[in-house]
């Protein structure tokens, strides 16, 4: 059995519940440090099914509009996801995944870095590095160090896909979350069906793809964090590409291959993400909000807001106040747009 058991998760995390809220699911996912932003239109609502040992983590999320997801992975363990349906595709450090053979991932000090094009349900395992790298070595003759801190699978032909490893690791998760595997050497066995189930019969992927894909994650990361910390204050594209010391065109299609996105459409999708945040959080008006975050033109503000949330500013907020216990305000919907007459303008590339 594990000799460094590290207590990562505690004893009695198993939980499954529903969310209208991406940030609500990113919070409630145990052990992880995620930050969910929304980045198309569509309303949300989002599940997760959870449950672990000191040593291992399962958690399967779904969720029906794009999202990308950024943060950290437990610490002190390595992660392996795995997507079981993806209806407008996935991204992963930039590549694109295939949902039905490529199994991902990374060992400690790894930065999540994935992007969902559509509804999504996609499953994850946490586990020591110790239970890791036994398994490599039995399986592949290596080691975690040996592939370094990213890890992509692929599940050849003949052998089973990503939907029937998944369900046989929802079943796990579900004996897990019962409670019928209380004992020491019952969780034991239930970890390693899972790493047999997760491992068994899968090719590593050559690492070139990694590397060139690395050198433009590391340029958007650069990117992300200056306009992350200057919402308020956004830079302008020739500012951004001194600040991050590349070129434009450099720059513009490091944010497509990693996003799909411009810069500039990436930092809108930011502020409204943010918006949405502090109304959740009742952290003023709708209209000093959008003003905090440099929206001036409020009836725009709420427009492109209600495109990518499908729901205006106001009533975010007011459903936020009652969930506080407050009392919603008649200024609440100062800034809505009126009425639309034709179909509404898209966001601006």
């Avoid at 039995?138 to 992509?152: N, V």
Wanted: net charge neutral; aromatic share 6%.
């Amino acid at each position: 059995m594990e000799g460094d058991r590290l207590a990562a998760f505690p004893e009695a995390p198993a939980l499954e519940a529903e969310f209208k809220d991406f940030n609500d699911l990113a919070q409630a996912t145990s052990g992880w440090n995620l930050v969910y932003t929304q980045a198309a239109g569509g309303a949300f609502s989002g599940s997760i099914r959870m449950a672990a040992t000191p040593a291992l983590q399962i958690v399967v999320q779904n969720w029906s509009a794009p999202l990308m997801v950024e943060g950290e992975q437990p610490r002190n363990m390595a992660s392996i996801a795995m997507t079981m349906s993806a209806s407008g595709g996935a991204r992963w450090k930039g590549l694109d995944l295939d949902p039905h053979a490529s199994v991902f991932g990374g060992s400690q000090g790894h930065e999540v870095d994935f992007r969902s094009l559509g509804e999504m349900e996609i499953m994850a395992v946490s586990m020591s590095h110790t239970l890791l790298d036994r398994h490599l070595g039995a399986l592949f003759g290596i080691d975690g160090m040996t592939l370094g801190s990213e890890l992509l699978w692929r599940i050849p032909h003949g052998t089973a896909g990503v939907p029937e490893r998944g369900r046989a690791l929802d079943l796990l998760r579900a004996v897990l979350a019962n409670g019928a595997a209380s004992s020491e050497a019952a969780r034991h066995h239930l970890e390693e069906a899972v790493m047999q189930i997760l491992l068994g019969g899968l090719q590593i992927e050559p690492r070139q793809g990694l590397v060139s894909n690395r050198q433009r994650s590391r340029i958007v990361r650069l990117a992300e964090e200056v306009l992350r910390a200057r919402l308020n204050d956004p830079p302008s594209l020739s500012e951004l590409c001194g600040l991050t010391a590349v070129s434009e065109r450099v720059l513009q299609l490091a944010f497509q291959h990693v996003h799909g996105v411009s810069p500039k459409r990436y930092l809108r999708i930011l502020r409204l993400n943010a918006a949405r945040r502090k109304l959740r959080r009742c952290e003023g008006t709708v209209t000093e909000i959008a003003a905090d975050l440099g929206f001036f033109h409020f009836a725009r503000f709420a427009m492109e807001y209600r495109e990518l949330f499908h729901q205006l500013p106001s009533e975010t907020l007011r459903q936020a106040r009652l969930e506080h216990g407050m009392t919603p305000r008649p200024s609440d919907g100062r800034c809505d747009p009126p009425a639309p007459r034709t179909a509404s303008a898209g966001l601006p590339a």
